[in-house]
């Protein structure tokens, strides 16, 4: 491998429009950057945000959460869900030292295989940029403590 | 736990996959690294999917004794079927076998060989630990209710039942007006053959109406909707007729004596008269009248009675109450049509402000025999046979402003209503058309035929309708401004009549029938099929079908097909009997559930539902589509999902990751 940091990234898709943009990218042979590693789940809605903190706990330097355009879900509504906990989840992946910038949400539709591949590249790079993350879990509780400790005292 | 013994196996797709990944180097990779996790046989071959690949799978699980096997080739979407059915036949649970893709996400997006191998043993790996935690699955099987609901009684909802009630099944038909017949029976003439409307479709009408097979709910509504696939439930509320349907006999007495005459908005498009009690028209399916108790005077003011008086048989029922009848269904379609776009909403056209401006549905019953004037095509003081009519299309469609898709029908339609102009009355028609959209079988000679005939046809979209006259010759007339582009000109041409060629919308209730069916719709408010064009009358929910234009604009044979197509569908279901469901669902552990019901809002199919005397919540197989969301909601992780656990995809996290190989690196030698 070259001397660049190499970031590891975990893909999340759901079976029907996000996973099927990625199978149309390559299908187009479109190329991006190969740096991202797919789970397929049933829909966006399955995932668990402690996937995302494994993930992270796990080596991964990104995590990119993708799903059916709000509208199209094959399930009617639930990668509205999907969105619901990832807004919540990327505030608190700050508060455990955690860069916003490492957790993507993309939403693609079987079609978009240009933009899931356009959007994998740039993600990559931006993660890239972050450098590894290299993140330990067990210090990051012991530092959260520390942080609300004073407060609770307060309380 | 016993360690499960699993296959690898690696394809090569020719030279797709093994082009940018070593694939000899990953199955030695598997075969080594991997040993630890269970894997026994890691093989490469050259096409995985081909009958002698598939004979490698089947051989190796009864020599080596396989659990688990593990295929990286392509995409799942494509293969991960053979790869189970190969399983399958090898002896061994579909369910435990996974296809990992190593092309589409792997070999065809990169063009380095060396990173290539290094993502596809990333993906190899994750396949192997989720593996191991695949359980032996039977898929669900759910017996089928061949009773068939139809919802929508025009020419879709009409095709639909007589095609599944004349392949021997039960069809309970609902539909909202008292006459079934739809849109179509105000029609006078279709394009582009110009047959009679009513004759082609009254005696399927009659049919539907007589159909030992089919029972029709006229004036009603289907009100609540529960159940899943083969076993729904429905509810259906018939209105008040305030007639006796088994004592009626269909004479029409009573609609003669009725002295309250109102306009009638439905079936005449506000043109013509109907009484308070009333048929919409004489051919009316059923035959039974109902009272319009609002515009009864019985009703209004406690005296009348005239229709009571003089029915002979003493079907007129003034106290009669909605009743509301339960029936248990298999399947449902759902043709519910469409609603004329309101052309009062583009000010400058001047509905309803102009007198001589009309709607198409209105010049539908003004050209109509059986119509307000009999079929005479006069102005709007029902006398004056009008010298120049111009016909705008695109009103209302293909237009940002208010509906930015093609209504499909309008362009056939406004050369249906220039030739009928033209023939009963000699009128100069003059067609204002943005683009002539005549795509469909005989329909571009008509077209040219129309051109023959001599109608003006100005390719312009028209700026104002109005009766302010700025030119000699243009008094008393209506005048209708427009750029003809293809000369680049203004043109101001007065004419005694416009017909406004209005758009098909959804119907105005769109949203509350998604909801009641479960089914989703389009941003406008059509209906959403499955499928686009591999699947359009199938919705996402299963058991659910569409037809007509309730799904998008479209003309009489479209509907026509669409209708016996998600019959066929319907019949094809009934005759197997049971329903086949792929078994990925979610399952609550009843001694974890805590009760606190987050999961029971989670669910769009309402497959969760809560045990009060148990105090937990649980999950119908039938209607749960195995989203997972629930899974993810479960504060007390008491939700599990087949074939996606928890455990499964932290396993693949962790396989992915290469974890599993890194944890056995730093074992201490």
């Not at chain 1, 999907?82 to 989840?89: D, E, N, W």
């Not at chain 2, 569409?546 to 016996?564: F, N, T």
Request: aromatic letters at 8%; one cysteine or more.
């Amino acid at each position: 491998m070259s001397e660049q940091f190499e970031p590891v990234i975990i893909g999340f898709t759901c079976n029907w429009c996000s996973y099927r943009a990625a199978d149309m990218a390559g299908m187009g042979r479109i190329k991006y950057a190969p740096n991202i590693r797919l789970i397929r789940l049933m829909c966006s809605g399955r995932l668990d945000p402690t996937f995302i903190i494994k993930a992270f706990a796990g080596g991964a330097d990104g995590v990119l959460v993708s799903g059916c355009h709000p509208g199209d879900c094959h399930y009617i509504e639930q990668n509205y869900k999907a969105m619901r906990r990832f807004y919540l989840l990327r505030r608190l992946l700050a508060q455990m030292g955690i860069e916003p910038g490492r957790l993507k949400l993309l939403w693609a539709s079987a079609a978009e295989g240009q933009i899931f591949a356009d959007e994998v590249t740039k993600f990559t790079e931006e993660v890239r940029a972050l450098g590894p993350l290299n993140w330990n879990p067990t210090a990051a509780l012991e530092a959260e403590q520390i942080i609300h400790e004073p407060a609770e005292v307060a309380a | 736990m016993e360690k499960e013994r699993i296959g690898v196996y690696i394809c090569h797709c020719g030279s797709n996959i093994a082009g940018t990944v070593d694939v000899a180097e990953v199955s030695r990779w598997a075969g080594e690294a991997l040993k630890d996790r269970g894997v026994v046989v890691s093989r490469d071959y050259k096409f995985m999917c081909s009958s002698l690949g598939q004979e490698l799978i089947q051989k190796d699980i009864k020599e080596q004794g396989l659990t688990r096997v593990v295929v990286a080739a392509c995409s799942p979407h494509l293969h991960e079927q053979t790869f189970r059915n190969a399983c399958k036949e090898g002896g061994l649970n579909p369910y435990l076998c996974e296809l990992v893709s190593i092309r589409e996400q792997c070999s065809w997006i990169h063009p380095d060989k060396a990173v290539g191998t290094e993502k596809a043993k990333a993906i190899v790996s994750g396949g192997v630990e989720k593996v191991i935690w695949d359980e032996p699955l039977e898929p669900l099987r759910v017996p089928i209710n061949p009773v068939t609901l139809v919802v929508g009684g025009g020419i879709a909802g009409i095709q639909a039942a007589l095609e599944v009630a004349n392949a021997g099944y039960p069809v309970i038909m609902v539909e909202r007006e008292p006459s079934i017949g739809g849109h179509m029976a105000q029609f006078d003439k279709t394009f582009p053959t110009l047959d009679c409307s009513a004759c082609i479709l009254t005696p399927r009408m009659v049919e539907v109406g007589s159909h030992p097979n089919v029972k029709l709910f006229s004036y009603a509504e289907v009100a609540n909707v529960s159940g899943y696939v083969g076993n729904f439930q429905v509810t259906i509320k018939q209105k008040a007729r305030s007639v006796n349907t088994d004592l009626c006999t269909g004479c029409g007495i009573c609609q003669e004596k009725c002295p309250k005459k109102v306009i009638d908005p439905v079936f005449e498009a506000g043109l013509g008269y109907r009484k308070a009690v009333y048929t919409p028209f004489p051919q009316a399916v059923p035959k039974y009248p109902v009272i319009d108790r609002e515009n009864c005077t019985y009703f209004l003011k406690g005296t009348c009675k005239a229709c009571e008086k003089f029915c002979p048989t003493g079907a007129i029922d003034f106290n009669q109450e909605d009743e509301y009848f339960t029936f248990d269904v298999g399947q449902i379609i759902l043709a519910t049509g469409w609603d004329l776009f309101d052309a009062r909403r583009i000010p400058q056209y001047g509905y309803g402000r102009l007198a001589n401006v009309f709607t198409s549905l209105e010049f539908e019953r003004l050209s109509n025999a059986a119509g307000p004037t009999g079929g005479k095509i006069v102005l709007r003081d029902g006398v004056t046979v009008p010298k120049s009519v111009a016909i705008i299309h695109c009103v209302g469609s293909r237009d940002k402003n208010y509906n930015p898709y093609c209504s499909a029908i309008c362009c056939m339609q406004s050369l249906k209503f220039a030739h009928l102009v033209h023939e009963r009355t000699g009128a100069e028609v003059y067609n204002f058309y943005i683009d002539m959209r005549t795509p469909a079988k005989g329909y571009e000679e008509f077209y040219q035929r129309l051109l023959e005939e001599g109608t003006h046809f100005i390719r312009g979209k028209v700026a104002e309708i109005t009766d302010a006259a700025r030119y000699p010759g243009e008094e008393g007339k209506l005048i209708v401004q427009a750029e003809n582009t293809l000369i680049g000109k203004q043109m101001r041409v007065p004419v005694d009549m416009v017909i406004l060629s209005a758009a098909l919308e959804p119907r105005h209730d769109f949203k509350e029938v998604a909801r009641l069916f479960g089914i989703s719709c389009s941003e406008e408010g059509w209906l959403i099929e499955r499928h686009p064009k591999l699947d359009p009358v199938a919705t996402m929910t299963e058991g659910i079908y569409i037809a007509g234009c309730a799904q998008g604009p479209k003309d009489i044979p479209a509907s026509v097909a669409q209708g016996a197509a998600a019959a066929a569908r319907v019949v094809g279901k009934i005759q197997q009997k049971e329903i086949t469901m792929e078994p990925i669902r979610a399952s609550i552990d009843q001694d974890k559930c805590s009760g606190c019901r987050i999961c029971n809002n989670m669910c769009p199919f309402n497959a969760i539902s809560f045990i009060e005397d148990r105090m937990v919540s649980e999950v119908n197989p039938a209607l749960c589509q195995g989203c997972g969301t629930c899974v993810a909601a479960c504060p007390a992780g008491a939700i599990s999902g087949t074939v996606f656990s928890d455990q499964a995809i932290l396993a693949q996290l962790d396989g992915l990751l290469l974890n599993n190989v890194k944890a056995i690196d730093l074992t201490p030698a």
